[in-house]
């Protein structure tokens, strides 16, 4: 079934982490190095990929959840604004993008789309990744998890981009990998496919009932 129908659209939304970057060591790293300086025991690479994707502060939860049993709002605090300032000074080491990305972003520019990145990780790290792999120049804009009050799964990323780049719902896709981005698409009324590879907070993404799984994005080329 081919919910991509990429031939009648012009607006394409993707997320980033899991989707378009492999970008859980990164967060692994950063991740370990703040807690070492909060004094704190270390968590896995396994771990942070189940965490991961929900957005800066809930990664912070759920990696004191598991260390402490309970979260102390001070201790988040200085565990997250520790992270930021650790991950945001070099959020692309090991990040990588995925197998057939670039093939599909390049495709996208080729066929005229407008390609937008709409991720819950805060927009300055989410445009460095972006430039440091040079695939910034695929995108018209970065809407990042601090851009609005809300973030996915709540549907307003995606509205404000189909409003703001004017197109409308049926002309929209989203392309994402976690239950995030499959619940932000479908309250805003807004096609969306997943990619089977990506972080879906350890879960199969098939559990939340996508209308489409990809392995891979230059299927949807064929």
Same mark, same amino acid.
Request: aromatic share 8%; net charge negative.
């Given at each position: 079934m081919d919910v991509a129908k990429l031939d009648q659209r012009d607006l394409l939304l993707f997320d980033l982490d899991g989707t378009l970057v492999d970008s859980a060591y990164d967060l692994y790293r950063a991740m370990n190095l703040s807690l070492e300086r909060l004094q704190l025991p270390t968590v896995t690479e396994q771990q942070v990929r189940v965490w991961i994707g929900k957005g800066t502060s809930l990664f912070c939860e759920s990696t004191l959840? +598991? =260390?402490k049993g309970e979260i102390d709002p001070v201790l988040h605090q200085q565990l997250l604004d520790t992270f =930021?300032?650790? +991950?945001n000074a070099d959020?692309? #080491?090991?990040?990588?993008p995925f197998d057939g990305i670039l093939e599909f972003l390049e495709w996208g520019i080729q066929n005229h789309k407008k390609l937008i990145c709409v991720t819950?990780? /805060?927009?300055? /790290?989410a445009r460095k990744i972006l430039e440091v792999l040079k695939m910034d120049h695929y995108f018209v804009d970065v809407i990042g998890g601090d851009r609005f009050e809300v973030r996915k799964p709540h549907p307003k990323p995606l509205l404000y981009c189909v409003e703001h780049y004017q197109s409308n719902v049926e002309k929209t896709l989203m392309i994402g990998d976690s239950s995030n981005d499959v619940e932000a698409a479908r309250r805003a009324?807004?096609?969306c496919v997943v990619v089977s590879y990506g972080y879906n907070h350890g879960e199969d993404i098939r559990l939340c009932q996508p209308q489409q #799984? #990809?392995?891979n994005l230059t299927e949807l080329l064929v």
């Open positions: 959840k +598991y =260390l =930021l300032e650790i +991950y959020p692309c #080491v090991d990040t990588r819950n990780k /805060p927009e300055q /790290p009324e807004v096609d #799984v #990809v392995d």
